[in-house]
């Protein structure tokens, strides 16, 4: 593309000409504001065009994903991802119904009057996009093309009117073979990896310059009903009485105060100043503090006299900022709007209390150590690490621990912290789904204070947020971010107990915007804790979050670019599943493949144990990993997934005569299984196959395995297990309608023998505590690799052997848990949820590993494998065996198997492949050296082994 012309068509244009940078959107909207009335239906083409190029650019730019590549589906992706507000939806929105507009017949609607529109929403998304890329803030305004004169011109137009190119049009025309090629080179530029960092600042500069910069008096107007929406009574100078509200906010009126714009007084004292200045004059708040220059008759009222006002705000038109001169070292920070006058006064009573340590930033830093009861050595390092980010006065802090490993726990310990020795106001604790949320209230009030002291909901009031109580007294509040977006909506909120699917569902068509709501100002929050529930800090929900003025604490399973950028990089601690494994706090799985036929009865079933394929990645390379909530799509080769109920039948058939033989092999009860169903519709119809398949009755026992006659005797169609329980259920949104309450059959499932299987959609398949678990049945694909690490730590947690024969009673320990895969989740390369146990029974029993580590010759699979193998003894061993093992060992067992994990980790593994064959052996020998020179360790664990299993 000759840039010459492309000047020349960028000097020509009235509209798009600071888009010079930009060829591509300069050409496509000069071409559709030339063409507006000379041929509106090819303006409105070159307008769609401009749509499509910039939500290409921004899909690429942010890793969006979209599930197709049309503009509609590059739109919806956006959204998804938090990019587009409503108005700028609105825009992209317009342009692509012109693909409808432009054929509709000659007496629709007028074509100039919408190839106007059209160009409007082109003017909008660029100067949007300009904003947010060169930062240039200067306000511009749609200019509309004139239209032409009423008669063209004679022949005594000049020669220069008559050149090819002399005008706009002319010149659109002349590029346009170019501007194709331009744009299909654009088209085949592939993907690039955004890196993290970049993706964030572009994310949060496309949605602060959404909106338009104000100036002047506009901005003054907006400020003052911002003021006023804040609790403000806003008074000008010459007509100001300080006693006619708690908080008076001043207008500057003769400049002796210099830039400030407003003076702000908490009953009746001068606190703090607000300036206005538009966003592009580059005007920062000052930290250290404001000294106004104060008429003779303001002096008397200042707070503090000879001090500087410690409270700053700087109204830019699209945002604010604040400043709080009390804090051990101020920093600027944006804030939705001013804080309001009951805010402040209480700061202000804080501060005057305790003048050492004036605010919360100032207490982070006081902390008193961190007992080590009641927590796991994992859990304990984390919340030190927590703490001590806080202390620095880190705004976001991310924490990853291994599903099972007790987040929520790290999460109450957290908060009771937090409000005891910090002087945190109130607690926002975010849960996934709402029925979490009543676990989570659960584990508030089951928690003591290491000093033996009250229970935490004794101490702090514990409440759910609801329609009925609102916050209440509450000092630690439960909700999803659904709920807590519809109360700032002002809708009317549903009960706490209540589960509705439209208020657990990520999926919205509409950009989530928020604006001011009194009873729940920004300020309500100074701690938001974000247990793993990483879509709502990114994407389109993430706005809730950035209203409140508060730290937020993520604690996630399984974290991705998304989250890892929302949370700035500033990843405190991080807890594997493969190092829960090793330190007994976890357990590892197998994997069992169930492949159906495609479409034709009586095909044959093809299944057994697998070893997935994996490609664990270092912990750089998970950062950047995008979530992609579009999960798997049908017709992918070498995938059926099992739809008619005859396929349905026929894995349920499988999975019942493998248990005994291959899945669990000598079990004869069916052990706890949780079976993933695409909805409520279908988990209904799957629990009632699986009654009919197992057709258990008190005459049987539950025995998996039945022979055909046996089966044909019992009350297949009952599913009733023995005293009249049930054998299967199903949870899900729809139970409460349908066969009573879910929490009571969620309770059952979790506590006592029966039902042996459940039956869910998503309402149980990620964050429940089912401790005897065993058995994962995936009968739809799952969203994405993190939540196939969600959905599987359901069954990685660990039980006391004496509570887990209580409700299995056909197995002395749970020592592992299996997923049974239907749908070919496992066929694709995992990169989450990554087992230990990467070598079969069969393949490599435990006598020839063990003989391989004696020998110093093993692989990484290997070692990965004698990990598992030893987490899985460990689980069966008694106290004084395992005191045995550890003097044979000189170190614990769980020692040995750490330093195993250790050593296929990706950052250490892929660190000896850089080097070399040789510096990969010599990894793997140092791993399993403890155990090649202590023959007497070695006799001792095959002998436990032995005795174990027979």
């Not at 799952?782 to 409700?807: K, M, Q, Y």
């Not at 990467?838 to 070692?863: K, N």
């Not at 093992?885 to 250790?902: N, Y």
């Not at 064959?917 to 095959?942: C, I, K, N, S």
Request: contains cysteine; charged residues 25%; proline residues 8%.
């Amino acid at each position: 593309m000759d840039l010459r012309q492309v000047r020349r068509l960028a000097e020509r244009s009235g509209n798009f000409g600071f888009l010079a940078a930009q060829p591509l959107l300069l050409c496509y909207g000069a071409g559709a504001e030339s063409l507006v009335y000379r041929d509106p239906v090819r303006s409105m083409t070159a307008a769609r065009a401009f749509g499509e190029i910039l939500a290409q650019d921004l899909v690429r730019r942010t890793n969006s994903r979209p599930r197709s590549g049309s503009f509609h589906h590059r739109i919806r992706a956006l959204v998804a991802s938090g990019v587009l507000v409503p108005h700028i939806l609105a825009a992209f929105e317009q342009l692509r119904g012109i693909g409808q507009l432009t054929h509709e017949p000659p007496d629709g609607p007028d074509e100039p009057g919408a190839a106007l529109d059209c160009l409007r929403a082109c003017f909008t998304l660029g100067s949007w996009w300009h904003r947010a890329t060169t930062g240039d803030r200067t306000p511009v305004s749609f200019v509309p093309p004139s239209p032409p004169p009423a008669t063209e011109p004679g022949p005594d137009r000049t020669a220069a009117d008559r050149r090819p190119g002399s005008t706009a049009a002319g010149l659109f025309e002349s590029l346009r073979p170019a501007i194709e090629a331009a744009r299909q080179e654009f088209d085949r530029r592939p993907p690039e990896r955004i890196p993290t960092d970049r993706r964030e600042e572009l994310v949060n500069q496309l949605r602060r310059t959404s909106r338009e910069p104000l100036a002047g008096p506009r901005l003054r107007d907006e400020l003052d009903r911002h003021l006023a929406a804040a609790g403000w009574v806003v008074q000008s100078e010459n007509r100001s009485n300080l006693a006619a509200a708690l908080g008076v906010a001043v207008r500057r009126t003769d400049g002796t105060i210099g830039p400030t714009d407003y003076l702000l007084h908490v009953d009746g004292r001068l606190v703090g100043v607000v300036e206005t200045a538009p966003e592009a004059t580059g005007n920062v708040l000052r930290p250290g503090g404001y000294r106004p220059g104060l008429t003779a008759a303001q002096r008397p009222t200042v707070w503090r006299p000879g001090q500087p006002l410690p409270f700053g705000y700087l109204a830019t038109g699209t945002g604010t900022a604040s400043v709080n001169g009390l804090d051990p070292f101020p920093r600027t920070r944006e804030v939705f709007s001013v804080h309001r006058p009951a805010t402040l006064a209480r700061w202000m009573r804080a501060a005057d209390d305790d003048p050492r340590a004036p605010t919360l930033r100032a207490r982070l830093r006081q902390l008193p150590p961190l007992p080590a009861y009641g927590l796991w050595p994992a859990q304990h390092a984390a919340l030190e690490a927590l703490e001590r980010s806080l202390a620095e006065d880190r705004p976001r802090s991310l924490i990853h621990l291994a599903a099972g490993t007790g987040k929520t726990r790290v999460a109450v310990a957290a908060s009771y912290r937090l409000l005891r020795y910090a002087g945190a106001h109130r607690v926002l604790h975010l849960v996934d789904r709402n029925n979490l949320g009543r676990q989570a209230l659960a584990r508030y009030a089951g928690y003591r204070s290491p000093d033996d002291g009250p229970s935490f909901s004794e101490s702090y009031p514990v409440d759910r947020l609801s329609g009925a109580t609102m916050l209440g007294s509450a000092r630690v509040v439960i909700s999803t971010v659904q709920r807590l977006y519809a109360a700032l909506a002002g809708r009317e909120l549903p009960d706490a107990d209540h589960d509705d699917e439209a208020y657990d569902s990520y999926e919205s068509d509409t950009p989530v915007e928020v604006g001011y709501h009194p009873n729940l100002p920004p300020e309500t929050f100074d701690v938001i804790v974000v247990d793993d529930c990483d879509r709502a800090v990114y994407g389109q929900w993430r706005g809730v979050l950035e209203y409140f003025d508060a730290v937020v604490v993520g604690l996630t399973t399984a974290p991705v670019q998304q989250s890892f950028g929302f949370f700035q990089q500033n990843l405190v601690a991080e807890y594997t599943g493969q190092e829960a494994v090793a330190d007994g706090v976890g357990l590892d799985f197998d994997t069992y493949r169930i492949r159906v036929p495609d479409g034709v009865p009586g095909g044959s079933v093809e299944a057994g144990p697998v070893v997935p394929r994996w490609e664990q990645h270092t912990r750089a390379e998970r950062h950047h990993e995008v979530e992609d909530d579009f999960g798997y799509v049908g017709g992918q080769p070498g995938r059926v997934v099992p739809a008619a109920p005859e396929q349905l039948r026929l894995v349920l058939e499988t999975f019942r005569d493998r248990l005994p033989s291959e899945i669990f092999p000598g079990r004869t009860q069916v052990p706890k299984t949780l079976i993933l169903a695409r909805d409520a519709g279908h988990a209904e119809e799957v629990v009632t196959l699986v009654r009919d398949v197992f057709a258990t009755t008190a005459g049987t026992g539950d025995r998996a395995t039945t022979a055909a006659g046996d089966r044909a005797a019992t009350s297949a169609a009952s599913g009733i297990a023995a005293a009249g329980e049930p054998f299967a259920v199903a949870i899900t949104y729809g139970t409460r309608w349908s066969a009573g309450d879910p929490d009571e059959l969620l309770r059952a499932f979790r506590d006592t023998p029966y039902p042996r299987i459940a039956v869910t959609d998503d309402l149980i398949a990620t964050g429940i505590d089912v401790p005897a678990l065993e058995c994962v049945v995936l009968l739809r694909p799952v969203r994405n690799a993190g939540h196939l690490a969600r959905l599987t730590g359901r069954a990685a947690r660990t039980v006391p052997p004496a509570e887990f024969r209580a409700i299995t009673g056909d197995a002395p320990v749970k020592d592992r848990f299996v997923v049974v895969d239907a749908v070919g989740v496992t066929d694709a390369a995992l990169a989450e949820a990554v087992p230990l146990h990467r070598c079969t029974e069969r393949q490599l029993p435990l006598p020839e590993l063990i003989g391989r580590a004696a020998r110093l010759s093993v692989t990484p699979d290997e070692v990965a494998t004698l990990a598992a193998r030893l987490a899985r003894l460990n689980h069966r061993l008694t106290g004084p065996e395992r005191a045995e093992l550890a003097v044979l060992g000189g170190q614990p067992l769980t020692g040995i198997m750490r330093e195993l994990v250790e050593a296929v980790a990706p950052e250490q593994l892929e660190t000896a492949r850089a080097a070399g064959p040789d510096a990969v052996r010599g990894l793997m020998a140092t791993a399993v050296r403890p155990l090649a020179v202590r023959p007497e360790l070695r006799d001792r664990l095959l002998e436990l082994h032995r005795a174990a299993h027979r």
